[in-house]
Structure formats: structure tokens, C-alpha cells
T-cell receptor, first 115, second 116 residues
Framework: AQKVTQAQTEISVVEKEDVTLDCVYE???????LFWYKQPPSGELVFLIR??????QNEISGRYSWNFQKSTSSFNFTITASQVVDSAVYFC????????????FGAGTRLTVKP | GAGVSQTPSNKVTEKGKYVELRCDPI?????LYWYRQSLGQGPEFLIY????????DSGLPNDRFFAVRPEGSVSTLKIQRTERGDSAVYLC??????????????FGPGTRLTVL
């Protein structure tokens, strides 16, 4: 069965620090998709990125970057020069398209960025 | 364009009562998903619709839970004989095709259900 582990329950940093959120996954499929979502205090899950299992290129989007390593089954998320508005719970998720698309989420990492 | 909307935003009910939670997906999205999020946890899959049919309901915890999507758009999650353990935020998501190769699920704001 697919599984996602986010070992860091809570992280607190000071504004402008870089921070990396870890995500480790388990799956038996060779085709799968990995996601990161942000859940601010308002509660709505905001999509950040989708990565398929055949594309191991790292991605950068502004202050956000993602490091996908199949060898270690990890899909880590780094925020550079963090800002107070980055404070939220961040979820990593995995879906296997041949398993009817149900997406399995990790337990989330609560990030607090202090001014 | 409008995102996924869910009503009500909050629902308080008494143990044993029946509740309905509504989800209005993004226009044109054929796939619709229900999740349940307990405090301090990630969302947990309940059911997935492709069009009008439930393609996967393996996440529904028991037969008190049921969902419909009669016209392939709006969906209603129905919970009978509610229990205190049903208290959670119920999230709805929709995606364009339900095909994993290009699809992304977009979430609504959720309905917070409290069973007293």
C-alpha cells in the first residue's frame, strides 16, 4: 500500500532563514505522482506542485524548490528566505493512477515563520 | 473562475442525527473526491467519482456514509446516525479528468462537522 511519511511535525524558523520540509514515500508502482499542498490557517488546501515518477528533475519556482530522489524515495521541499506568510501546514501526497487516483497524504508539517 | 465550493462551512449536530454536506466542483471537472481531515492529520480519502458514478468508495468508513453525484456535477456526502467520532473537516476536491498523468486535484475550503 502507498504511504507518505513527514517526520517533522513542527518546524519554527526566523524570517529569511531557509527551511527544508522532508517527505518520504512508499509505493509498489513504477508510475506514481507526488504532490505538495499548503494549508494556511484559513484551512483551504492550496496546490503547490505535482511531479510524476519519471521526471526526477528538480524544480524551482521563486523561493520554492523541490528535490525528488527516487533512490531514497524522497520528495523534499525547500523554502528559501522564508517569510511570515509561509506559515502554514504543508502536506506531501502520493497518488497511484492505477489505484483509482485516491491520494494519500502525509500527516503534515506545521511551519511557523517568526518575524 | 470559481473554485470548489462547499456548504455549509460549519455544521453542528447531535449524535444520532443525519447530515448532508454539499460540494460544488470547478465547472467542467469530471472527477470529484471526498476526504476527511481529523485534527492534526492529513486528509484521508473517502470516495472518488468519475462523472456520475462512484469509481472508488473504498475509503468510506462504514455504511453510515454515502455519497451521490446524480448529474455529474454537484455532490452530496450523507452521514446517517452521526457519531462523535465523525467530527472532522470534510474536504471536497475536483480535477479535470481524473487521469493521473495530467491531473491535479483542487480543494474546497471544507465543511467542519461537529457531532455533540
Amino acid at each position: 500500500a502507498q504511504k507518505v511519511t513527514q517526520a517533522q511535525t513542527e518546524i519554527s524558523v526566523v524570517e529569511k532563514e531557509d527551511v527544508t520540509l522532508d517527505c518520504v514515500y512508499e509505493t509498489r508502482d513504477t508510475t506514481y505522482y507526488l504532490f505538495w499542498y499548503k494549508q494556511p490557517p484559513s484551512g483551504e488546501l492550496v496546490f503547490l506542485i505535482r511531479r510524476n515518477s519519471f521526471d526526477e528533475q528538480n524544480e524551482i519556482s521563486g523561493r520554492y524548490s523541490w528535490n525528488f530522489q527516487k533512490s531514497t524515495s524522497s520528495f523534499n521541499f525547500t523554502i528559501t528566505a522564508s517569510q511570515v506568510v509561509d506559515s502554514a501546514v504543508y502536506f506531501c501526497a502520493l497518488s497511484e493512477p492505477y489505484n483509482n487516483n485516491d491520494m494519500r497524504f502525509g500527516a503534515g508539517t506545521r511551519l511557523t515563520v517568526k518575524p | 473562475g470559481a473554485g470548489v465550493s462547499q456548504t455549509p462551512s460549519n455544521k453542528v449536530t447531535e449524535k444520532g442525527k443525519y447530515v448532508e454536506l454539499r460540494c460544488d466542483p470547478i465547472s467542467g471537472h469530471t472527477a470529484l473526491y471526498w476526504y476527511r481531515q481529523s485534527l492534526g492529520q492529513g486528509p484521508e480519502f473517502l470516495i472518488y467519482f468519475q462523472g456520475t458514478g462512484a469509481a472508488d468508495d473504498s475509503g468510506l468508513p462504514n455504511d453510515r456514509f454515502f455519497a451521490v453525484r446524480p448529474e455529474g456535477s454537484v455532490s452530496t456526502l450523507k452521514i446517517q446516525r452521526t457519531e462523535r467520532g465523525d467530527s472532522a473537516v470534510y474536504l471536497c476536491a475536483s480535477s479535470l479528468t481524473g487521469s493521473g498523468s495530467t491531473d491535479t486535484q483542487y480543494f474546497g475550503p471544507g465543511t467542519r462537522l461537529t457531532v455533540l
